[in-house]
């Protein structure tokens, strides 16, 4: 019969010991529990043996790795009001606790985020660093974002008189790493930045996480200009840290700066706006292997012969173009031959920046450099002034940081990139930039803690206020600009510089509890329970609120098309095109089981699920019963069809 939906999010431990039960399943009991003294035997000398060993610890680590382990029994609610372009931007922005929130992404968005990019709060004594409460889940945050604990004590910053001040901060920071590792794809990276209070804590950690082998680069950026900062005792500080991960370094593919006015490009000719500046090269130059097709004798503006001059050790030289290639170049100005310093006949190709020696124009790149000066964080003040929230932060990165570390990753069309500390909203910023200057669609999934704010905030209530905001400007502003663009170049057909295909929306979803009642805080009992009552849900949830819950319980993204269709005055939702169909309707019959075969059958999909409410049937066990067999005999496998 149907399987029973639950309110809770992953069990990761039950995940991990099915693995294993997969690769070992010698190892798992009668009970279903894991036998490690058996498979200590299996693993034979890969086992760890002794307590000598060195390994990172600190006081509530157990705890705060049971706690990344612990299902979520949160939801995420859907807030159309909030949101721009609700029913079609590709884009998330969700209002949260981001240790819950990463919980309920597992499922929908496991290996799929290319790019994270993180500033968590740096542990200066200054900072806000709220406490989790691994055993309370969702009520810890409803408690947090209230700025009260269940005492009623106002909570405060961490500061260094607190005798577990790193501690506190680890204890916050492994969890959310720990989840977030899972969401990359394997040719992932991860972007955190941090300054000295935490940063050699930091790397610690993600050794661990994502193992040493992967550790790409600790970044120093320069972010301060001027005489920099007091911040130490002894130096003045004018940098920070951007400490890189990769999922699996051997996939990860990293993109060069472009070189832009390196030193060795200084000659100039007729062809430089086209080929950029140039340098001269030997012809003869290179330890290429000889061949009789390359050597040939090119002939000098004074009527003499020239010939590849052979190696000092008597090897015998030749050119590097062939005889046809060397005409070619001659023709499109790519040879120089002119006297040495020796006043000896050489002949050169010319190096274009922007030109190879085939005529295509190229990108000339080098591998970026582990010091970032470019972009200081005055640059994001300014910004902030032109869209009129200069005043909200102190300390916002620049757009132009974050496009920096977009253009070290090749995205590709529709990666996704993940802020889950989003403060400012400048990585979704970013995104949108860089897809305007590219025509490229990639997407952003930004989190972040509704903190209240101060009263003098132009009437912004919450952080997230202050975000959503940002990016509703920031993205008019590109397409005014895009528009600008396209007419100075009289290109407003051009599909790359069409401000109309920019998606500048973003869909707003905020934490809160499950939407499905919880009869019992043994969820094992949940089942059982819900069948002691009619009405499952919870009072004030709308059904767009339960469509959601059930997306992701379903591992789809949340930005996945989601449709109504009638049946009889009754509704039936169609989300991601076929891929499941929802029933809430107090009255369901064969009628609606009729109608999503028919709806399936106009999809592309192959495997599709469907959800009714189980109260919907009204007691009708038979009624029940047909629209479950009319499922199964239309190809429904029995694990797909779930009622609530």
């Not at 577990?164 to 040719?187: G, T, V």
Request: proline fraction near 3%.
């Amino acid at each position: 019969m149907y399987h029973k939906m639950s309110g809770e999010s992953t069990d990761f431990t039950k995940t991990n010991s099915r693995k294993l039960a997969e690769l070992f399943p010698e190892v798992v009991t009668e009970d279903g529990r894991i036998d490690f003294e058996q498979l200590r035997l299996l693993l034979g000398e890969a086992v760890e043996q002794g307590n000598e060993r060195y390994f990172f610890s600190w006081n509530g680590k157990k705890e705060a790795l049971l706690g990344a382990q612990k299902p979520s029994k949160g939801t995420l609610r859907p807030l159309p009001e909030k949101s721009k372009d609700f029913d079609t931007t590709q884009n998330l922005y969700i209002e949260g606790d981001n240790l819950e929130v990463l919980k309920l992404l597992q499922k929908s968005y496991n290996n799929k985020i290319k790019m994270i990019y993180i500033d968590p709060p740096y542990n200066t004594g200054k900072d806000f660093v709220y406490k989790d409460n691994f055993s309370k889940g969702v009520d810890n945050y409803l408690e947090q974002t209230g700025q009260v604990d269940a005492e009623g004590n106002r909570m405060t910053t961490n500061t260094e008189s607190n005798g577990r001040f790193h501690s506190d901060w680890l204890n916050m920071i492994y969890p959310r790493l720990k989840l977030a590792r899972n969401l990359l794809k394997e040719d992932g990276v991860i972007f955190i930045s941090i300054d000295d209070h935490e940063q050699s804590n930091l790397i610690k950690v993600c050794d661990e996480i994502f193992g040493q082998h992967n550790f790409v680069a600790n970044l120093v950026w320069a972010n301060k200009e001027g005489g920099g900062s007091s911040d130490s005792r002894l130096f003045r500080i004018k940098h920070e840290y951007i400490v890189c991960y990769a999922k699996s370094i051997e996939q990860l593919d990293i993109t060069g700066v472009a070189i832009s006015n390196e030193d060795r490009y200084k000659q100039k000719d007729e062809h430089e706006s086209v080929r950029g500046p140039y340098y001269l090269q030997k012809l003869g130059m290179g330890s290429i292997q000889y061949s009789s097709s390359l050597d040939y004798a090119i002939e000098a503006p004074d009527g003499t012969s020239i010939y590849p001059a052979d190696n000092n050790n008597g090897k015998k030289a030749c050119w590097r173009w062939s005889e046809a290639k060397f005409k070619w170049g001659v023709e499109n100005d790519f040879v120089v031959i002119q006297k040495d310093s020796k006043g000896i006949w050489t002949v050169y190709t010319k190096q274009y920046l922007k030109m190879d020696n085939d005529g295509n124009p190229i990108t000339r790149t080098q591998r970026p450099l582990g010091i970032i000066e470019e972009y200081s964080s005055t640059q994001a003040s300014k910004f902030l002034d032109s869209i009129g929230m200069g005043n909200v932060f102190d300390y916002s990165k620049p757009v132009r940081l974050i496009e920096y570390l977009i253009d070290r990753v090749v995205t590709e069309e529709n990666d996704i990139i993940l802020d889950f500390f989003s403060g400012s909203a400048t990585t979704a910023h970013a995104v949108m930039k860089r897809n305007a200057e590219d025509g490229k669609n990639r997407r952003f999934i930004l989190v972040q803690l509704p903190e209240p704010i101060a009263q003098n905030t132009d009437g912004y209530s919450t952080i997230c206020d202050i975000g959503e905001e940002r990016i509703r400007r920031s993205g008019e502003k590109l397409k005014e600009a895009m528009q600008e663009q396209a007419m100075k170049a009289g290109l407003l057909n051009n599909e790359q510089l069409n401000p109309e295909k920019l998606d500048t929306g973003f869909k707003v979803l905020k934490l809160d509890k499950s939407n499905i009642r919880e009869w019992n805080t043994d969820f094992e009992q949940l089942e059982s329970e819900l069948d002691l009552f009619e009405e499952v849900f919870v009072d004030g949830r709308s059904e767009l609120d339960i469509v959601y819950e059930m997306i992701l319980k379903n591992g789809l993204e949340l930005t996945s098309p989601v449709s109504v269709f009638d049946v009889d005055g009754r509704n039936v939702y169609n989300v991601a095109q076929g891929r499941l169909f929802i029933c809430l309707d107090d009255h369901i019959d064969r009628h609606i089981a009729e109608a999503i075969v028919e709806e399936h059958g106009k999809s592309k999909v192959g495997a599709s699920a469907v959800i009714f409410k189980d109260a919907g049937f009204a007691g009708n066990d038979a009624e029940k019963l047909n629209c479950y067999e009319y499922l199964k005999d239309a190809g429904y496998p029995e694990d797909n069809l779930l009622s609530i």
